[in-house]
Every structure is written in structure tokens, then in C-alpha cells.
């Protein structure tokens, strides 16, 4: 290691290792010695992918480092975590040298003290054709239905968006029960899904909804911001899509009139959550009676297939998380809870 190497792998373990009440004193002293050093920014570049490749091996991905970055350090910071945990060079124009070094110097000791991880379970086997075809109508839908001032459009659109998902996932099903792959071969996967103050609760408690509707399961990391979904890709990508118009869809709604208070907005969320996940649960059951109905003339294989994906992605779930918490949520204004029902009823999801 050469001298400048050696300087800032000094600066980064002085960052890494300040307490908290003097963290601001021992970056600024680091990013002085990298600005300072010939060769500095690309030393420290060198540091940052030693760094990102040691949060792989705890569990992080790219895209947490990034939401990690927002979540901690702020918008500023999203770019540079982009860029250094993909592998590409800094590309700092507006900053000189000592803005850029504490900048990286600041990532650098977020992303050392992230603790290990359960790392993702990645599904075996490859993606059907079509499927990038058919969630892009959806994607295409859903924007639509977000977008539109009318609300009987919004229904008519994404009924058929949530028609589309529920026939997506169980034609999956039934293709990979035909193949052979059943639960086990084509298995289970998981993704981490960013849940963004405020009100973090409400917002996991929307997704666990979600992702119970489609036959996944969620699991809440409240302390880093995201909740890791369980299931078969197909369900994975409904959760996700879905999980985000709801959210624009209550947001519009809450900011729909006069201003709120915080103990109107939790209400609002949490009630939002509950009725959502009452009409996700009926939805989904009428488009597997519909898929059953239209099958049952080449033999009931729906329904065993469904169970034997079930089983497997809680079978899945126990195993990456064999400890789980409880968390409850307190409504504290019932005016927020009447709307938030509300909007969950007028929210365009299905017929």
C-alpha cells in the first residue's frame, strides 16, 4: 500500500471509528488529508469499492446502499452512493476536493458500521418469456389510473391492471406445476422494499397487505427502512407495483382539502392499510375462483398448486427470518380513520 493509500485508509478508520459527538471533527480532519493527498479522490475510490464489496458479504445490496444513503444522509448524498456502489468513478462537478472527500468520507462510514444482514434468497431457474411485455402493460395502466382526475377512468384502468396481475401470477403457477418445477425447482425469491418516512408503520403495514394479497409475505426492518417481500417473482413484481400507486393514490387523498394533523395522517394510513387489505383479500380470491372455474375442465389443478406455492414461500420466509416481533400500531384520531376507509374504498385496485 502506497503512501497516499496508506493516508487515506487513516482517514477513513478515523471517520469509521469517531464517536458519535465528534464524528463531524474526524471527517473534516480525513477529508483535509484526502483533499490534500496527490491522488486522494482516487485512493479513496479504491477504499469505497473495498468497502461496498465487504457490505455485499454482509448482505446489502447496491440498491440498499443507495436507499441508506437517502434515508441517513440526505438527497445530496444519492448520486455519489450511486455511483460508488456501481463500480463507476466519481463524478462530483460541484464540489472541490474537500466538499467531495467529505462526501465520500461520509458514505464510507455509514456503509462500514451497516451490520450484517439475512441476505436475499434468489429463486432457481429462468424467467418465462412475456413477462417483461406483460408488466409493462401494467406498469402502463397503473400510471394511467394515477394520473387521471376522473375517478371512474382510474377504476376502469386499474381493474384491468389488477385483472392482469392475478392472471400473470396464477398462469406462472400453473406453468411451473405442468414443468415439473411445482414448489421446489422454480423456488421461492425475495426483494427488499424501501418504506420511507413518514410514518413508517402505516406504510409497512400497507405493504404487509399487499403482499399477503398476492401470496407473499413481509417482513418490516424498521431500523433500516425497508421490508424484505417473500414469493415468486411474478407476485414480487405485483407487490411492488402495486405497494407504490396505493401509496400515490393515499397521498393524493391526504393531501386532498385543509392541512392534517400527524395523528390524522397515522389514522388515516393505518385504516387505509386495513380496508386495502380487506379488498386485496376479496379480489384475489375472485380471480382464482374465475382461473379455477375456466380450468376445471382439464382437471382441479389450480388450487393444489396455489397451496404448494404457499407453503413454500412461508417455508422460505422462516427460514431467512426464524425470529420475528410484533408491532402494534395506536389510531389516535378517529375523523382520520373514517377518511382513511374512505379513500381505501374510492383507491382504484380491482372490480
Same mark, same amino acid.
Not at 403457477?173 to 415439473?180: I, K, P, R, V, Y
Not at 425469491?189 to 400497507?206: F, H, I, N, Q, S
Not at 408491532?327 to 377518511?339: A, M, P, S
Given at each position: 500500500m502506497n503512501e497516499t493509500a496508506q493516508a487515506v485508509e487513516a482517514a477513513y478508520l478515523g471517520a469509521l471509528n469517531a464517536p458519535d459527538r465528534g464524528v463531524e471533527a474526524a471527517v473534516d480532519a480525513g477529508a483535509s488529508v484526502i483533499a490534500a493527498a496527490p491522488g486522494g479522490l482516487a485512493a479513496a475510490e479504491a477504499l469505497a469499492a473495498r468497502v461496498v464489496r465487504a457490505c455485499e458479504d454482509r448482505g446489502w445490496l447496491a440498491a440498499d446502499l443507495v436507499r441508506m444513503a437517502r434515508r441517513e444522509l440526505g438527497a445530496a448524498h444519492v448520486r455519489p452512493a450511486e455511483e460508488l456502489s456501481g463500480g463507476g468513478g466519481l463524478r462530483l462537478e460541484r464540489l472541490d476536493r474537500f466538499g467531495a472527500a467529505t462526501c465520500v468520507l461520509e458514505l464510507l462510514?455509514?456503509?462500514?458500521?451497516?451490520?450484517? %444482514?439475512?441476505?436475499?434468497?434468489?429463486? =432457481?431457474?429462468?424467467?418465462?418469456?412475456?413477462?417483461?411485455?406483460?408488466?409493462?402493460? %401494467? /406498469?402502463?395502466?397503473?400510471?394511467?389510473?394515477?394520473?387521471?382526475?376522473?375517478?371512474?377512468?382510474?377504476?376502469?384502468?386499474?381493474?384491468?391492471?389488477?385483472?392482469?396481475?392475478?392472471?400473470?401470477s396464477i398462469d406462472e403457477?400453473?406453468?411451473?406445476?405442468? #414443468?415439473?418445477a411445482g414448489a421446489t425447482g422454480d423456488g421461492p425469491?425475495?426483494?427488499?422494499?424501501?418504506?420511507?418516512?413518514?410514518?413508517?408503520?402505516?406504510? =409497512?403495514?400497507?405493504l404487509d #397487505? +399487499?403482499?399477503? #394479497?398476492?401470496?407473499?409475505?413481509? +417482513?418490516?426492518?424498521?431500523?433500516?427502512?425497508?421490508?424484505?417481500?417473500?414469493g415468486y417473482e411474478a407476485d414480487l413484481e405485483a407487490v411492488e407495483l402495486l405497494y407504490t400507486s396505493l401509496l400515490v393514490q393515499a397521498d393524493k387523498a391526504l393531501n386532498r382539502g385543509r392541512s392534517r394533523s400527524k395523528n390524522f395522517r397515522q389514522s388515516f394510513l393505518i385504516a387505509?392499510?386495513?380496508? %386495502?387489505?380487506? /379488498?386485496? =383479500? =376479496?379480489?384475489?380470491?375472485?380471480?382464482?375462483?374465475?382461473?379455477?372455474?375456466?380450468?376445471?375442465?382439464?382437471?382441479?389443478?389450480?388450487?393444489?398448486?396455489?397451496?404448494?406455492?404457499? +407453503?413454500?414461500?412461508?417455508?422460505? #420466509?422462516?427460514?431467512?427470518?426464524?425470529?420475528?416481533?410484533?408491532?402494534?400500531?395506536?389510531?389516535?384520531?378517529?375523523?382520520?380513520?373514517?377518511?382513511?376507509?374512505?379513500a381505501a374504498d374510492r383507491a382504484a385496485l380491482g372490480r
Open positions: 462510514r455509514l456503509w462500514g458500521r451497516l451490520p450484517r %444482514i439475512t441476505p436475499l434468497a434468489v429463486p =432457481a431457474g429462468d424467467h418465462r418469456g412475456g413477462e417483461h411485455k406483460m408488466l409493462g402493460r %401494467i /406498469r402502463a395502466l397503473l400510471a394511467k389510473a394515477e394520473s387521471t382526475a376522473f375517478p371512474e377512468e382510474a377504476e376502469a384502468l386499474s381493474a384491468k391492471a389488477q385483472h392482469l396481475m392475478a392472471r400473470h403457477a400453473l406453468l411451473a406445476g405442468a #414443468a415439473g425469491g425475495a426483494r427488499r422494499v424501501g418504506v420511507d418516512p413518514p410514518y413508517e408503520g402505516a406504510k =409497512a403495514l400497507l #397487505a +399487499v403482499a399477503a #394479497a398476492n401470496r407473499c409475505q413481509a +417482513v418490516w426492518s424498521s431500523e433500516f427502512g425497508f421490508s424484505t417481500v417473500v387505509y392499510a386495513g380496508r %386495502i387489505r380487506e /379488498r386485496l =383479500a =376479496a379480489a384475489t380470491g375472485e380471480a382464482a375462483a374465475e382461473a379455477a372455474a375456466e380450468e376445471e375442465a382439464a382437471g382441479p389443478r389450480l388450487l393444489p398448486v396455489l397451496a404448494a406455492r404457499e +407453503v413454500a414461500v412461508g417455508a422460505a #420466509a422462516q427460514r431467512m427470518f426464524p425470529e420475528t416481533t410484533t408491532h402494534r400500531l395506536r389510531v389516535r384520531d378517529g375523523e382520520g380513520w373514517e377518511h382513511g376507509t374512505a
